[in-house]
């Protein structure tokens, strides 16, 4: 089993940056498909950017593409997400996540591991 501990949310005015990361611990951080979601209250979890365990390639929803980045590294067991031009409506808990398949799933029910979240608030 892998744990999983999300840090570096925040507040921060429209425009600007904040880097979330994800602290792994436990059975071998390589071993998981590492991804980001979002949720806002009375709407279901969304995939945000996932990185696979395999040849590091990093997907992205296109509310996202451009603007965000994953990344992970494997000596420090973290993976970051690196969020840039934040809109309002990237506000939202965000949720670290880790799975054991071969490809980046976009769907919460394939990852079995998660964080608790940490809450990004983007004001206009």
């Known amino acids: 089993q892998v744990q999983l501990v999300e840090s570096g949310g925040g507040l921060v005015q429209a425009g600007g940056s904040l880097r979330l990361s994800c602290a792994a611990s436990g059975r071998a951080f390589g071993s998981y498909t590492m991804a980001w979601f979002r949720q806002t209250p009375g709407k279901e979890r969304e995939f945000v950017a996932g990185?696979?365990?395999?040849?590091?390639?990093?997907y992205y929803a296109d509310s996202v593409k451009g603007r965000f980045t994953i990344s992970r590294d494997s000596a420090k067991n973290t993976v970051n997400l690196q969020m840039n031009s934040l809109k309002p409506e990237d506000t939202a808990v965000y949720f670290c996540?880790?799975?054991?398949?071969?490809?980046?799933?976009?769907?919460?029910?394939?990852?079995?591991?998660w964080g608790q979240g940490t809450q990004v608030t983007v004001s206009s």
């Open positions: 996540a880790g799975s054991s398949t071969y490809y980046v799933p976009r769907s919460t029910g394939a990852y079995a591991y």
């Open positions: 990185i696979s365990r395999i040849d590091l390639s990093t």
